[in-house]
């Protein structure tokens, strides 16, 4: 396993936007995807989008498309999430965590290793 560190969560308007990033603590780092997950004040934690780190193959929730893009450093072993026009139910703590192995999946047990959370609240 390998810890993660998430950033850039925070306080944010309705309508604006925001980039998270994650990265792993240690730097020898080995995985072949990265996931975005969420979980909302009450609710189960759910998958936002995934990248691989070979060819930037990117998968995002189907009820996301649109405001959520995903993308990758591979020079700082870094991946972003980017989520445009914020909306208060966007309000969540976002995790990233790492997948060892293809192909690319969606599910919490799908991956081996995960970060502390991120906390974007979205409130006027």
């Known amino acids: 396993q390998v810890h993660l560190v998430e950033s850039g969560g925070g306080l944010v308007q309705p309508g604006e936007s925001l980039r998270l990033s994650c990265a792993p603590s240690?730097?020898?780092?080995?995985?072949?995807?990265m996931g975005w997950f969420r979980q909302a004040p009450g609710k189960e934690r759910e998958f936002v989008g995934g990248?691989?780190?070979?060819?930037?193959?990117?998968l995002i929730s189907e009820s996301l498309k649109g405001r959520f893009t995903i993308s990758r450093d591979t020079a700082k072993n870094t991946v972003y999430l980017h989520i445009d026009t914020l909306k208060p139910e966007d309000t969540a703590v976002y995790y990233c965590?790492?997948?060892?192995?293809?192909?690319?999946?969606?599910?919490?047990?799908?991956?081996?290793?995960w970060g502390q959370g991120t906390q974007v609240t979205v409130s006027s």
């Open positions: 240690a730097r020898a780092f080995s995985a072949y995807a």
């Open positions: 965590a790492a997948r060892d192995q293809p192909p690319l999946r969606t599910g919490l047990l799908d991956y081996e290793s």
């Open positions: 990248i691989t780190w070979v060819g930037g193959m990117t």
